[in-house]
């Protein structure tokens, strides 16, 4: 009786363990399936956000590079004083604008970005602190010049050519 109900009941456990296993991987791997597909979908939808935000933060640096700032923001008429919080003004004004961007970059590419934009501000106050407050704003736009032709290297260039390289190997 023993032996008849094991010579059931052993080849029923063999079929339905390997009928378990061939469910089991076939579930497994339409679940991988639909992930990838997921993620296929995904990427469809952020690779143009990403590479819009890497665009518009070359811009932000673009816009905020001293020779840059200089001519969109100098008039006629403006103390050093003035000018320099008009740069400021527009540099703090355009990160802002940029600051959603760090969602699509890198940590490091918006490390970048963020030390640019220091380096910038920086430099424009040094170059202040050494003409007077009161003198046309001319002054200080040919100091904040005469500098950034003496550094080594642009306060935007490392972040723009990290960008540029990132970019690349994403895209």
């Keep these: 009786m023993v032996t008849n109900l094991l010579s059931i009941v052993l080849p029923s456990l063999f079929v339905f363990l390997a009928g378990y296993a061939a469910v089991y991987s076939l579930l497994k791997n339409d679940a991988e399936r639909r992930r990838n597909e997921i993620a296929m979908a995904n990427q469809k939808v ?13 811009l932000y640096l673009e816009r905020i590079s001293p020779e840059s700032l200089v001519v969109r923001v100098n008039q006629p008429g403006l103390n050093v004083k003035r000018l320099q919080s008009a740069m400021l003004s527009a540099i703090r004004a355009e990160w802002e604008h940029n600051l959603s961007q760090q969602l699509y970059v890198s940590k490091e590419a918006w490390s970048l970005v963020r030390n640019a934009k220091g380096n910038v501000l920086k430099l424009i106050s040094v170059c202040a602190d050494k003409v007077d407050p009161e003198d ?15 550094l080594d290297e642009h306060p935007t260039t490392a972040a723009i050519d990290f960008m540029k390289k990132e970019v690349a190997e994403l895209f």
């Design 46 to 58: 952020t690779t143009p956000i990403r590479l819009q935000a890497y665009e518009r933060l070359v």
């Design 136 to 150: 046309d704003g001319v002054l200080l736009a040919q100091k904040i010049l005469e500098v950034l032709v003496e």
